[in-house]
């Protein structure tokens, strides 16, 4: 499932944003079972986790980009998907998305 990852998240034209991709991806996603769909989100969400995990057992306060970027493009795909945003809280804790929201980098507060 690393083709999620392989795709780079920036754009290069301006204004076009992530929603080509989480279409494509949605589309694609629904021609099949929606266990499929459960596993790709869970893939998405352990993605970022390992990341996250990894930082913090090398005493890292940041959130490595790689886990910043994967739930960037989670929360778009839930919007573009109709997916509840439960699909990604029951894997990542809400607060990390909190902080994600208000731009805020790291797991220490500042």
Same mark, same amino acid.
Request: proline residues 4%; aromatic residues 10%; neutral net charge.
């Given at each position: ?9 920036? $754009? ?31 893939? $998405? $969400? ?65």
């Amino acid at each position: 499932m690393d083709l999620c990852i392989a795709v780079s998240l920036t $754009c290069k034209r301006t204004g076009e944003g992530i929603a080509p991709l989480n279409v494509g991806v949605h589309t694609l996603i629904k021609q099949f079972h929606s266990k499929v769909a459960r596993q790709y989100m869970t893939y $998405c $969400c352990q993605y970022a986790k390992s990341y996250m995990y990894s930082a913090a057992m090398m005493g890292k306060q940041e959130i490595p980009s790689e886990a910043l970027s994967m739930m960037n493009y989670l929360e778009s795909y839930v919007d573009c998907a109709g997916i509840p945003q439960t699909a990604i809280t029951d894997h990542i804790p809400v607060f990390i998305f909190e902080l994600l929201k208000r731009g805020i980098a790291t797991y220490v507060g500042a």
